[in-house]
């Protein structure tokens, strides 16, 4: 429940936001009188995320084990493009979204068509609801526990929509940089997980070679797949089933948090890996941007320049004609 919090409670305030400015430009432009048709495009966008979630959660799939892997895996792995792309699409452009919204509605009440609002209101909100569909439908097939995960982000998205409505009335002040800092640094450990969870799958339906293939390195001893350097690249990196039981509540715990598992292939790690360096990395780089473009340059003392020969014979001249004075 605490992962899929975070992210409803994210990915919601982020859609309460936008539809916060919204509503208070058309409020300030005294157009309340097209609000219905930016609302009507709002719920076609959760109806759309809605609708995505219930037939990936609860829809019956006639398929056998390897297609339903090779979807599962497949659409984490969109999950994981969509997750890193809206990081640091909000990591650019935070700072500039309240004029980019306003903006689109002035083309739109420019226009003069119904239809106008209705998409802006739309487009504004479905890119969360459907980035939120499939990441937490990623996460619920990876954690088992579809009733405990669907609270967390349903209780997560109340959360976020009463806080963006307060915050809206000023009744609430939350400092939004460091909220979305710190959430889009999570977001990236978590989809560094279903990245990881992905690749598991994928190598279940032999789409990746892994310990599920016959070219899986072999235990000489045991005849199992190989564990550890001995079963690099294409066996287990660790199996850790003997001391943390896969079903526990730690394993559940840190597998929502880190992606952990208690048994988890050398693809997985080295997947889990690159992708915190890499995008962890360029994430902090454009964290730290703004901060050092805010800071004051210090002040720098003027450069003392050496008089010329002809002003230094003047002031020679000068102080001998106050001397004999």
Known sequence: ???????????????????????????????????????????????????????????????????????????????????????????????TMKKTLEGGIDRALAQGSMWALVVLGFVSVAREGVESALLLWSMVESFGDAPAALTGAVLGIAVSVAAGYFIAKGALRLNLRVFFTWTGAFLVIVAAGVLAYAIHDLQEAAVLPGPFTAGAPVDPVTGAVAVGWAGFPFGWAFDLSGVIAPGSAIAVILQAIVGFMPQMTWLQVIAWVLYVAIVGTSYLRGVRGPERAARPAPAVAPASVPPSPHMRDALVSSASTEGAR
């Open 1 to 95: 429940m605490l992962a899929t919090f975070l992210i409803g409670l994210r990915e919601g305030l982020e859609a309460a936001l936008v539809v916060g400015i919204l509503v208070a430009y058309l409020t300030r432009l005294g157009r309340r009188d097209v609000l219905p048709r930016l609302w009507a495009g709002v719920g076609l966008a959760v109806g759309l995320a809605l609708a995505i979630g219930a037939v990936l959660t609860f829809g019956a799939y006639s398929l056998t084990f390897q297609a339903q892997e090779i979807l599962g895996g497949t659409l984490s792995l969109v999950a994981v493009g969509m997750v890193t792309w809206m990081i640091f699409w909000m990591q650019r452009t935070a700072r």
